[in-house]
């Protein structure tokens, strides 16, 4: 059983399984939001998924042996998803949203 587990977890398998969980509750999140207008409001957490998702792709570039500009570009892209995510926040707690 370990031998399995450990090809899928080095081979990307859980991190797949992840990114597609996450999608999923994604996918939830903006429908159950769009039709109910009740819920979390995108804007206050697609920001934050995207920064995650980035480095679970990061992450996944890694486990295939990817180029290292691969890697570089996600986490860049994490890191500009994550401070755009700040930036807004410190806005809407300065003008009292």
């Known amino acids: 059983m370990t031998a399995w587990l450990q090809a899928w977890v080095t ?3 859980l991190v797949d399984t992840i990114i ?7 996918a939830f999140l903006l ?5 109910t207008k009740r819920g979390l409001a995108p804007r206050n957490y697609l920001l934050n998924v995207l ?3 980035s480095l679970m792709l990061a992450l996944r570039c890694c486990l295939a042996g990817s180029a290292w500009f ?5 986490l860049v892209a994490a ?10 926040r410190l806005q809407q ?3 009292g949203h």
């Open 51 to 53: 920064s995650g998702l």
């Open 93 to 95: 707690r300065s003008s």
């Open 31 to 35: 429908l159950h939001h769009h039709r």
């Open 70 to 74: 691969f890697i570089a570009a996600w």
């Open 79 to 88: 890191g500009a998803a994550h401070a755009a995510d700040i930036a807004m």
């Open 11 to 13: 081979s990307g398998g």
């Open 20 to 26: 597609a969980i996450t999608l999923l509750e994604v």
